[in-house]
């Protein structure tokens, strides 16, 4: 189990420090950096990205909600919930990247509930509005972030649910975010721009502007292989009142 484990995390370590092309559309980047990891995607990442389940258990729906999750990847968010929830909503799954939509399909065949749909998050659409939408460390590998959080506003019924949690960095503390030093923010946003992601304070600006009414909690999490290093990530639900 340990060396499966190590030979799994190789594979997605070996991607990351290849980084993401620079060349090519956005789509065309996600597919040749992910498609060599895809398999791997969820054990490694589990370890890396924190905050997802803590996001989802603050979440209170209606019966028989409608559930979107943009920036998908596998589907692996999905199973947060529980198996009642998850029996009792519908849920569209919205990404860019093939390789990883595959998984997701493969993850949710045999669930009529769970639809899995191939398109840019700033330009999906539909007839129907829901009662949350969920954005898990997507916003960041988003160029176009601000219409991805326009358009989640939009899809949204009023009263709905924006949930995000990302990495993010901060310059002067206030309530409830927590700030970094210049030089923790210049390393993590270089860390992590060699593989696509933006780090900075840019996408949870735009969500306390898009979503004034909204709570928020910043926290740290230890990465795999990095020993101390703890990355700046944040949690945020906002509410659609208008």
Same mark, same amino acid.
């Given at each position: 189990?340990?060396?499966?484990?190590?030979?799994?995390?190789?594979?997605?370590?070996?991607?990351?420090?290849?980084?993401?092309?620079?060349?090519?559309?956005?789509?065309?980047?996600?597919?040749?950096?992910?498609?060599?990891q =895809?398999?791997?995607?969820?054990?490694? &990442?589990?370890?890396?990205? %924190? #905050?997802?389940?803590?996001?989802? /258990?603050?979440? *209170?729906l209606?019966?028989?909600?409608?559930?979107?999750?943009?920036?998908?990847?596998?589907?692996?968010?999905?199973?947060?919930?529980s198996?009642?929830?998850?029996?009792?909503?519908?849920?569209v799954?919205?990404?860019?990247?093939?390789?990883?939509?595959?998984?997701?399909?493969?993850?949710?065949?045999?669930?009529?509930?769970?639809?899995?749909?191939?398109?840019?998050?700033?330009?999906?659409?539909?007839?129907?509005?829901?009662?949350?939408?969920?954005?898990?460390?997507?916003?960041?590998?988003?160029?176009?972030?601000? =219409?991805?959080?326009?358009?989640?506003? &939009?899809?949204?019924?009023? %009263? #709905?649910?924006?949930?995000?949690? /990302?990495?993010? *960095?901060?310059?002067?503390?206030?309530?409830?975010?927590?700030?970094?030093?210049?030089?923790?923010?210049?390393?993590?946003?270089?860390?992590?721009?060699?593989?696509?992601?933006?780090?900075?304070?840019?996408?949870?600006?735009?969500?306390i502007?898009?979503?004034?009414?909204?709570?928020?909690?910043?926290?740290?999490?230890?990465?795999?292989?990095?020993?101390?290093?703890?990355?700046?990530?944040?949690?945020?639900?906002?509410?659609?009142?208008?």
């Amino acid at each position: 189990m340990q060396l499966e484990r190590f030979s799994s995390d190789l594979a997605v370590i070996g991607r990351l420090l290849r980084g993401m092309s620079r060349s090519g559309s956005h789509q065309e980047r996600l597919e040749q950096f992910y498609r060599p990891q =895809a398999e791997h995607y969820d054990r490694f &990442r589990e370890r890396l990205l %924190g #905050g997802r389940q803590e996001l989802i /258990d603050a979440i *209170t729906l209606p019966n028989q909600a409608r559930v979107l999750e943009l920036g998908a990847g596998t589907g692996a968010n999905l199973t947060r919930f529980s198996a009642d929830r998850i029996a009792a909503s519908h849920f569209v799954l919205v990404d860019l990247c093939p390789a990883l939509l595959a998984v997701a399909r493969r993850r949710w065949q045999g669930h009529p509930n769970v639809t899995v749909v191939e398109a840019d998050a700033a330009q999906f659409d539909s007839e129907a509005r829901f009662d949350l939408v969920v954005m898990s460390y997507a916003l960041s590998m988003m160029p176009s972030y601000q =219409a991805v959080i326009a358009n989640a506003h &939009r899809l949204l019924r009023n %009263g #709905g649910i924006l949930a995000a949690v /990302d990495f993010y *960095t901060w310059t002067e503390p206030r309530s409830s975010i927590q700030a970094q030093a210049s030089t923790e923010r210049w390393f993590w946003s270089t860390w992590f721009r060699h593989d696509g992601v933006t780090v900075d304070a840019s996408r949870l600006q735009a969500l306390i502007q898009q979503f004034p009414s909204h709570r928020l909690v910043t926290a740290r999490q230890p990465l795999p292989w990095l020993g101390p290093f703890r990355v700046p990530y944040f949690r945020f639900l906002g509410i659609k009142t208008r």
